[in-house]
């Protein structure tokens, strides 16, 4: 059983920055990916990044690339999402999963944090 608690979630203009942080419990592996989803109102869960718990791997949804920075303390078991450039259309509930298998698709994805809302809004 692996645990997950989003946090960093709230209300940003067009072009701030926000940071989301993900505590990651329970029975973690090295090899294992984590990943960030987003999911709007009417619109299915989507891929935002991922990377290796080892941070050897990434990999970027385009939407964000150039945009959104992931990152990984494997010591502290913590994963972080800086996001700069904000755009109205990047408003959506985010969540971090994890996974034995390094993918960008959500049902491959056994564990899930609960969400936390990001709003892009002037």
Same mark, same amino acid.
């Given at each position: 059983?692996?645990? $997950? =608690?989003?946090?960093? &979630? ?17 029975r ?8 960030? @989803? ?9 891929? =935002?990044? $991922? ?14 690339? &150039?945009? @959104?920075?992931?990152s =990984?303390? /494997? ?5 972080? $999402?800086?996001? /700069? ?16 298998? @390094? ?11 609960? &969400?936390?809302?990001?709003? =892009?809004?002037?």
């Open positions: 059983q692996v645990q $997950l =608690v989003e946090s960093g &979630g709230g209300l940003v203009q067009p072009g701030g920055s926000l940071r989301l942080s993900c505590a990651a419990s329970g973690t592996v090295s090899s294992d990916a984590v990943a960030w @989803f987003r999911q709007a109102p009417g619109k299915e869960r989507a891929f =935002v990044a $991922l990377i290796s718990w080892s941070g050897d791997s990434i990999i970027y949804a385009d939407s964000v690339k &150039g945009r @959104f920075t992931i =990984v303390d /494997n010591a502290k078991r913590t994963m972080e $999402l800086q996001m /700069n450039s904000l755009k109205p259309e990047d408003t959506a509930v985010y969540f971090c999963a994890s996974s034995s298998i @390094f993918s960008r698709i959500a049902s491959l994805y056994r564990y899930w944090g609960q &969400g936390t809302q990001v709003t =892009v809004s002037s």
